[in-house]
Structures are given as structure tokens and as C-alpha cells.
């Protein structure tokens, strides 16, 4: 993980006031997003949420109704070649290629970037990067879901991008799967990243900073620990006493146990307490925001 100073550093993605309306419907309600130089961004939302409407703006794919954005310093719907060279793309959907073989695609690919990046990847430092080696010479079309995945990242870094878009990158995954794609992405330290998805778990895990969008709208931004520390202090404190379960939600929680114990003793028994954890956050977060909009 790389540290959340972004003041600092310049902004690779800026959106202010960011909007979409598909028809009579507003997707997007003014979102203001920000990645710095060398950032692991998670859009964290529920279905439906507009991360990938949003990310598909970044990417200059759809053309956003209003607001400012600022992509390496460019608007997305001026983005030229040389623009779109700097960018890596990993989307939701599998796009087929099964006959080539793993290194002739990626090999085929970084021609492309040639012209317009000073170093592309040397494709099989590329290859063992993704975890791909021994399959190199495999036709894609007989590689596991997990190993094709490992390819549509190889896909997006081929060029070296100065920003790396993962849109719900382990949708479908077994959790073994998921734990190697998750090592994967934090070996590619220093590459600023923006990933989708609606997997809480997933967004702690990667990322620096975790924006959670509702209906359109950015509800929270923060790293997992600022965004835990919206319901710090809260815990939930249970235990059986004479057979009869008792469950609290707590803020002084220790001196409650402290108290309980010396008024009971041995009598308490199975005592457990959890603090109130990042998934209470985001659930409460969503829950709120969608009786807002509702
Ligand atoms: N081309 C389109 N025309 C009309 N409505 C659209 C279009 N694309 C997306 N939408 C609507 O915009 C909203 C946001 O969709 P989007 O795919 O951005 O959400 P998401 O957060 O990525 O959801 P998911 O996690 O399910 O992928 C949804 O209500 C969707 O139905």
C-alpha cells in the first residue's frame, strides 16, 4: 500500500460536479472524485451505483452530461491517441481472443503502445508479473476464469499506463482466485490504480482510499480506517449469563465487562466483542443514503 498523502502529489483523475442523466434519469448527481500520483482508489457502491458509468467517463468511452474532469491533466472527450496510450483499461467483460496464445497476444498489443510510450513492458517480465509463465504459450482459449483475468491485466499494463482502470476485476472468482488476483494487484506498486466494485473486503484490502458512491453520489471518502472511525468507540458486547444470551451495543465497552465480571464472575460465560467494523460503516452508509434518494 502505498501512504493516502495526496495533497502532495498531482492529480492523475479531478472530477468536480461530474454528471450523466441516461434520458429523464440522473445516473450520476455531481460526483467529485480524485486519484493522486501513485494511489489505489476503490469505487466502492451497490448495483446500480454508477461506478462504471463513472469510470467509463474517465476512460473517454461515454460522454458525460456535465461537469469538470481532468484525466492526466486532459478532458476525457478531447483525449487524443497519444492520451489514450497512457491509459490502461481492464472491463468487466471478456473479450475474446481464444485462439491466439498468451505472449503472441500481449506481444501483438505492445506494438501498439510503441509509438507513443517511451517503454512499453519487455512482454515476458510482463508475463511472470501476471503470474502467466507457464502458460505463455497456452491458447487463451483453454486458460482457467482466474488465469484469463490475469491476462485482461497483463492486457491493460502492456503499455506501461500511468493510470490503471480495474472495473469489478474479481467478479466470478473462486476465493483462491480472488486471494492471487489480490496479490497480483499489490505487486504493482507505484501504479496508480482506480478499481469498481461493490466487494467491501476486496476495497480494504487494495486500496489506499475507498470512495463510496449511492445513487449517484459520493456518500464517504476515506481510507478503511478513517471510514471505521465513523462508528469508533461502538462495540457489541455478548455473553450468556444464568443461560440467558444478552447482547449491547457499547460505547465503553471494557468498562462494561470490567463491571460485568465483578459483579458476576465465572457466572458470565461465552463473553465475545466485536468492534463495529468497516462492513457496519458501509451497510449504514448505503442504507441512509438510499432512504435519502428514495
Ligand atoms: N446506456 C445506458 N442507458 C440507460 N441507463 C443506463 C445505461 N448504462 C447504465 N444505465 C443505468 O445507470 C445506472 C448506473 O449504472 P452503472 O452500470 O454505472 O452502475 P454500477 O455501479 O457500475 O453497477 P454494477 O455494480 O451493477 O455494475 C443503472 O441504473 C443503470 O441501469
Known amino acids: 500500500m502505498q501512504n493516502n498523502d495526496n495533497q502532495r502529489k498531482p492529480s492523475v483523475v479531478d472530477t468536480r460536479g461530474l454528471r450523466m442523466r441516461y434520458g429523464s434519469t440522473d445516473v450520476l448527481k ?38 469538470d474532469v481532468r484525466v492526466l491533466g486532459v478532458d476525457p472527450d478531447d483525449g487524443d491517441e497519444a492520451w489514450r496510450a497512457r491509459l490502461g483499461v481492464v472491463l468487466q467483460s471478456w473479450r475474446d481472443h481464444g485462439r491466439w496464445r498468451v505472449r503472441e497476444l500481449l506481444s501483438y498489443l505492445g506494438m501498439f503502445y510503441e509509438p507513443y510510450r517511451e517503454r512499453v513492458f519487455d512482454i515476458d517480465e510482463l508475463i511472470d508479473v501476471v503470474g502467466l509463465t507457464d502458460h ?24 506501461r499506463p500511468d493510470l490503471l482502470f480495474l472495473d469489478e476485476p474479481t467478479v466470478g472468482f473462486d476465493p483462491e482466485a480472488r486471494r492471487e488476483f489480490h496479490e497480483l494487484v499489490r505487486r504493482l506498486t507505484g501504479t496508480t490504480i482506480l478499481l469498481t466494485t461493490h466487494d467491501l473486503t476486496e476495497a480494504e484490502k487494495l486500496a489506499d482510499r475507498i470512495v463510496i458512491l449511492v445513487s449517484g453520489r459520493v456518500v464517504a471518502d476515506g481510507t478503511a480506517a478513517e471510514l471505521a472511525a465513523r462508528i469508533a468507540g461502538k462495540a457489541e458486547v455478548r455473553y450468556r449469563l444464568d443461560g440467558e ?31 463495529a467494523a468497516l462492513e457496519d460503516v458501509y451497510l449504514a452508509l448505503v442504507r441512509e443514503s438510499e432512504e435519502v434518494t428514495a
Not at 39 to 64: C, D, S, W
Request: charged letters at 30%; zero cysteines; aromatic letters at 4%.
Open 30 to 67: 455531481g460526483v467529485d472524485l480524485t486519484v493522486g500520483q501513485g494511489e489505489v482508489v476503490a469505487l466502492l457502491g451497490p448495483n446500480g451505483a454508477g461506478k462504471t458509468t463513472t469510470i467509463e467517463i474517465l476512460e473517454g468511452f461515454r460522454r458525460r452530461s456535465d461537469g
Open 136 to 159: 505463455a504459450h497456452k491458447r487463451i482459449g483453454t486458460l482457467s476464469g482466474g488465469q484469463r483475468r490475469r491476462l485482461d491485466v497483463a492486457v491493460g499494463l502492456v503499455g
Open 245 to 275: 444470551e444478552h447482547v449491547l451495543s457499547l460505547t465503553d465497552s471494557t468498562g462494561y465487562v470490567r463491571e460485568l465480571f465483578a459483579e458476576h464472575g465465572k457466572a458470565v460465560e461465552d463473553l465475545e466483542v466485536r468492534r
